[in-house]
């Protein structure tokens, strides 16, 4: 468990499913990383992931997705305008004000937002509006939180 595992290349360019990476967790199910945007809040590099064949990654029931890191990105959806601060478990905050996005992120708080497509909302939870700083604590846990 909390290993990183995809299949080996087959060396053909028209097919992804090689190149799809789960997380292995605890709960002994493997979780994809909907996008390089979402793993790379996790991982810096692909040096962790351990190529298995498919008979063992067939054996590995899914999980749900991977969701940002908390406190790495701010994320929106592509047809919704808010913006949101992601926190543990893959809980999304809305962000109240600019104001408040500066304070947390900085000036430059508008080039660290990620779109998520709508498809993907579901892998989320939404919790209570981030009205000032002091609402928000930047958590940086050590693995994907939404397998805790």
Same mark, same amino acid.
């Given at each position: 468990?909390?290993?990183?595992?995809?299949?080996?290349?087959?060396?053909?360019?028209?097919?992804?499913?090689?190149?799809?990476?789960?997380?292995?967790?605890?709960?002994?199910?493997?979780?994809?990383?909907?996008?390089?945007?979402?793993?790379?809040?996790?991982?810096?590099?692909?040096?962790?992931?351990?190529?298995?064949?498919?008979?063992?990654?067939?054996?590995?029931?899914?999980?749900?997705?991977?969701?940002?890191?908390?406190?790495?990105?701010?994320?929106?959806?592509?047809?919704?305008?808010?913006?949101?601060?992601?926190?543990?478990?893959?809980?999304?905050?809305? %962000?109240?004000?600019?104001?408040? $996005?500066?304070? /947390?992120? !900085? *000036?430059?708080? @508008?080039?660290?937002? #990620?779109? %998520?497509?709508?498809?993907?909302? $579901?892998?989320? /939870?939404? !919790? *209570?509006?981030? @009205?000032?700083?002091? #609402?928000?604590?930047?958590?940086?846990?050590?693995?994907?939180?939404?397998?805790?």
């Amino acid at each position: 468990t909390g290993s990183l595992v995809k299949l080996p290349d087959d060396g053909n360019p028209n097919t992804q499913e090689d190149t799809a990476v789960y997380y292995y967790g605890k709960d002994c199910k493997r979780h994809a990383f909907p996008n390089s945007k979402v793993y790379f809040t996790w991982y810096a590099n692909f040096d962790s992931v351990t190529v298995v064949p498919l008979t063992t990654l067939a054996s590995m029931p899914l999980g749900k997705n991977v969701t940002y890191r908390p406190g790495v990105r701010m994320v929106k959806f592509t047809t919704v305008n808010t913006v949101y601060a992601v926190a543990k478990g893959g809980t999304l905050r809305a %962000i109240a004000s600019e104001a408040v $996005a500066i304070s /947390l992120y !900085g *000036a430059t708080w @508008n080039k660290q937002i #990620d779109d %998520i497509n709508d498809a993907f909302y $579901a892998n989320y /939870l939404f !919790g *209570a509006n981030i @009205n000032s700083a002091s #609402d928000y604590k930047l958590p940086f846990p050590p693995k994907p939180s939404i397998l805790d």
